[in-house]
């Protein structure tokens, strides 16, 4: 059966029967249905307070390609295994975002028998998180134009207008547009771009705000632009920081549901890895570190994406501690980094093993430098043969670690057990997690570090532009930020094209953007953008309902 057959045959429990799992009852929640719900805000304050916290368990994988890691599947396979060995367990995820669910990757709810249900409306419209993000984002916008179109009372010059309209699809025709064309009473025209909503700034500022006042705080600092005497402009004085506020008060608020085997899951928040910070919201992982004694949560794309990230603007933005990191791993995609073409890749090939495996090391050094304890979590594939696998955990060891077969997407809970069982042991070491730059550093130092430490560059490439503006951010006093990196997910460099472990090499930034509301400078790496465009064939060819509303085609 497909994923998508086999989360509509699971018969669901009521959300209100996952909730009791972990503490929490009927009045704590506000129902979107019998199977969705939202912690409500009293809840809310009071599981942010609590004394208690869980063990925090990050899933990570090696980097991406076309044969698939399967990450989420992983995840959820792990929560489940951890419960199946007696572990009071709770999951935190992302919201999927409509963008790669229409285009080339697909939904996020996991596989095959590691899924988190009901996966058609996680995967779709959900409880509307997105869209009112997404709301939120095009007010600003258009509050934005209509200041320029009143008479500009704060001598803000167009040209200098840096925020950006946002949509929840791949749609590459809407990256850079001309607005206000027509007659006097249709606007300023001036030129300006979209971006996908889960790279917006207002992602972010929900994902890493735990109250409606931050809330209110960090959308009323976001740089709007400059005045024609160059001095910086701030949503906040527009006067209309509520309004925005007001479109997001249930955003703010993590979303509680099910894994097939009836485990809870928060999922909320939706930012990429490659362009945005790439980690579900600070609330969904502080409830599930007061109601769970292991957290089990993931982190987009690869270790030198998701991983990163969620160490240095996260997990330091708000004391967060990891214990313990699982780097996801298939013997096809390590075939792939090994120079296998993927019409070959059923085919039994050492060699690509030992060459692919390199990659695997990168990250397992990376999640050293951080001082945290990992294992490899081998996702099995049909495919793969037991020499495969028995060469996998072989190098594993060489490098100073373990590699465990996961067959979470067969057998659920019960394929992950062995590596819940290792997970749990190394939760009990104690943690020595650092963060891999400091914040007193300058913005060329902190890039140039990641790009050293994290990406095996041997040097770094600004831009002159770049530079200029970095310099222009530390002077306005914002030099003590992280930054989030902007690059491609498909390799450990800026090249897509450059697989396995690439090493002394030039790291081009090619530009960078303040996000004063989120906390964070983006640094643009290479060809990367933050407004996706669809495929030659998009999964939306293969979608389709029916008239009793079932949904075909999303996996």
Known sequence: ????????????????????KIGLTEKDLDLYGSYKAKINYEKLNSLQASEKKGKLILVTAMTPTAAGEGKSTVTIALGDGLNKIGKKTVIALREPSLGPCFGIKGGACGGGYAQVVPMEDINLHFTGDIHAITAANNLMAALIDNHLQQGNVLNIDPRTISWK?????????????????GSRIDGVPRESHFQISVASEIMAIVCLSKS???????????????????ENVTFGQLKCTGAIASLLKDAIRPNLVQTLEKNPAFIHGGPFANIAHGCNSINATLCALATGDYVVTEAGFAADLGAEKFFDIKCRMHGLKPNAAVIVATCRAIKMHGGVLKADLGNENLEAIKAGFENVKAHISNMKKFGLPCVVAVNKFITDTDAEVALVQQLAKECGSEAI?????????????????????????PST??????????FKEKIETLAKEIYGASSVEFDPKALKKLSEYEKAGYGNLPVCMAKTQNSISHDKS????????AFPVRDVQL???????????????????????????????DDNGVISGLF
């Open 433 to 442: 997690f650092k963060n891999i730059y400091e914040l007193d550093k300058s």
């Open 498 to 505: 450059k697989l396995g472990a690439p090493s002394g090499y």
């Open 1 to 20: 059966m497909t994923d998508i057959e086999i989360a509509q045959k699971n018969v669901m429990i009521p959300v209100t029967e996952v909730a009791a």
């Open 405 to 429: 077969l996961c067959e979470g997407w067969g057998k659920g809970g019960d394929g992950a057990k062995e590596l819940a069982a290792k997970v749990a042991e190394l939760c009990e070491k």
């Open 165 to 181: 309209r946002c949509v929840d699809l791949n749609d590459r025709a809407l990256r850079n547009v001309i607005l206000g064309l």
């Open 212 to 230: 409606i006042s931050e809330l209110k705080e960090r959308i009323s600092r976001i740089i709007i632009g400059q005045t024609y005497a160059k």
């Open 515 to 545: 996000y004063s509301g989120a906390g964070f400078v983006v640094a643009f790496a290479g060809d990367i953008v933050d407004m996706p465009g669809l495929p030659k064939v998009p999964a939306a060819e293969n979608i389709d309902v």
